[in-house]
Nanobody, 116 residues
Framework: QVQLVESGGGLVQAGGSLRLSCLASGRTSSMDYMYWYRQAPGKGREYVAEIRRSDGHIDYADSVKGRFTISEDNAKNTVYLQMHNLTPADTAVYYC?????????WGQGTQVTVSS
């Protein structure tokens, strides 16, 4: 089992920045990938970014490339999502997920609201 707890969400004006954190606990060593997803009101969950833990390979959705950065601090068992130049279209609940050994785990989400 893996437990994930997100934090760092909040209200920010357009053009602002936020850094989300995801604290992982449990059998984290068995997780191969860490992801960030988001879900805007009335929409489905959307892939945002990923990091492959074996080699640090990173990828992003086109909508956030150049603005968001995913990173991991293994010593702190924490994954971050640094977000810059936020727009109202980035308003959503942001979820941290972990995948490995045929299972995926989700956090409870953290709300990000960007005002125009």
């Amino acid at each position: 089992q893996v437990q994930l707890v997100e934090s760092g969400g909040g209200l920010v004006q357009a053009g602002g920045s936020l850094r989300l954190s995801c604290l992982a606990s449990g059998r984290t060593s068995s997780m191969d990938y860490m992801y960030w997803y988001r879900q805007a009101p009335g929409k489905g969950r959307e892939y945002v970014a990923e990091i492959r833990r074996s080699d640090g390979h990173i990828d992003y959705a086109d909508s956030v490339k150049g603005r968001f950065t995913i990173s991991e601090d293994n010593a702190k068992n924490t994954v971050y999502l640094q977000m810059h130049n936020l727009t109202p279209a980035d308003t959503a609940v942001y979820y941290c997920t972990a995948y490995g050994v045929g299972a995926d785990y989700w956090g409870q989400g953290t709300q990000v609201t960007v005002s125009s």
